[in-house]
C-alpha cells in the first residue's frame, strides 16, 4: 500500500539558509500535517490541511510556512534557518472528511534537517 | 488546551514478559480519542492501537491491549509477551472529536522501552 513520501531524507543546511521539504500524501488523503521533533523530544505540531486550505496552526515560527498544492502535495518551507531548527520533521495524512477524528493518522518516515 | 502526561520515561521488561505503559491526559471534552504510537530506532511513527472515549470496551490488537479509565482520564498501554521487536520510543497521543476530523495529535513526552533478551 502506498505510504506517505517525504523528500529529502536528509538535508543539511547552513545558518540563515532556506530549506524546503516537501511531502506526499497517501492518496485521497484530504489532510495533512506537519510536525517537528527535536532530539529525544516528542513531536511538535507545526501546521495542517484540509482540503488544500489551512486548518489549524500550532508552535510554527513566523520563519516558517507551508502550502498544499492542487495535487494534495505540501511542502514546508524554512527560512533565515537556526541552530535550533535541526530536528527531524514529519509529515503526516488522514482522510477525514465524516470521520469526526476516528481515521488513522499515517506518518512518513520523516526528513532529517540539520543546520550547521 | 489538551496535555498528555507520560510520568515513566524509561521501562524495560525481559523478553516473553508483561509490561505496561502509563499515560494520562487532561481535556474537559467528552468526546475524542486516544493513541499508543510507536517510534522504534527508525524514527517511523507507527500506530499500535487507538481507543474511541465513547466506547467502554478496552482496545485490543494481538498483543497489545489498553486500560481505559475515562473517569481517571487513564490511558495505559500493556504488551503481553513481549519480543525484541517492541523495543522502541512509545508515545500516548490525544485527539479532539469534531465535526470534520482533521484535528491534530498532542503527544505525551513519550517512554522508552527495552527489552532485555
Known amino acids: 500500500a502506498a505510504g506517505v513520501i517525504q523528500s529529502p531524507r536528509h538535508l543539511i543546511k547552513e545558518k540563515r539558509e532556506t530549506a524546503t521539504l516537501k511531502c506526499y500524501p497517501i492518496p485521497r488523503h484530504d489532510t495533512v500535517y506537519w510536525y517537528q521533533q527535536g532530539p529525544g523530544q516528542d513531536p511538535q505540531f507545526l501546521i495542517s490541511f484540509y482540503e488544500k486550505m489551512q486548518s489549524d496552526k500550532g508552535s510554527i515560527p513566523d520563519r516558517f510556512s507551508a502550502q498544499q498544492f492542487s495535487d494534495y502535495h505540501s511542502e514546508l518551507n524554512m527560512s533565515s534557518l537556526e541552530l535550533g531548527d535541526s530536528a527531524l520533521y514529519f509529515c503526516a495524512s488522514s482522510l477525514e472528511t465524516g470521520a469526526r477524528g476516528g481515521n488513522t493518522i499515517y506518518f512518513g518516515e520523516g526528513s532529517w534537517l540539520t543546520v550547521v | 488546551a489538551q496535555t498528555v502526561t507520560q510520568s515513566q520515561p524509561e521501562m524495560s521488561v525481559q523478553e516473553a514478559e508483561t509490561v505496561t505503559l502509563s499515560c494520562t491526559y487532561d481535556?474537559?471534552?467528552?468526546?475524542?480519542?486516544l493513541f499508543w504510537y510507536k517510534q522504534p530506532p527508525s524514527r517511523q511513527m507507527i500506530l499500535v492501537i487507538r481507543q474511541e472515549a465513547y466506547k467502554q470496551q478496552n482496545a485490543t490488537e494481538n498483543r497489545f491491549s489498553v486500560n481505559f479509565q475515562k473517569a481517571a482520564k487513564s490511558f495505559s498501554l500493556k504488551i503481553s509477551d513481549s519480543q525484541l521487536g517492541d523495543a522502541a520510543m512509545y508515545f500516548c497521543?490525544?485527539?479532539?472529536?469534531?465535526?470534520?476530523?482533521?484535528?491534530?495529535?498532542?503527544f505525551g513526552t513519550g517512554t522508552r522501552l527495552t527489552i532485555i533478551p
Open positions: 481535556t474537559s471534552e467528552s468526546d475524542y480519542y
Open positions: 497521543a490525544y485527539r479532539s472529536m469534531t465535526n470534520f476530523g482533521n484535528e491534530k495529535l498532542t
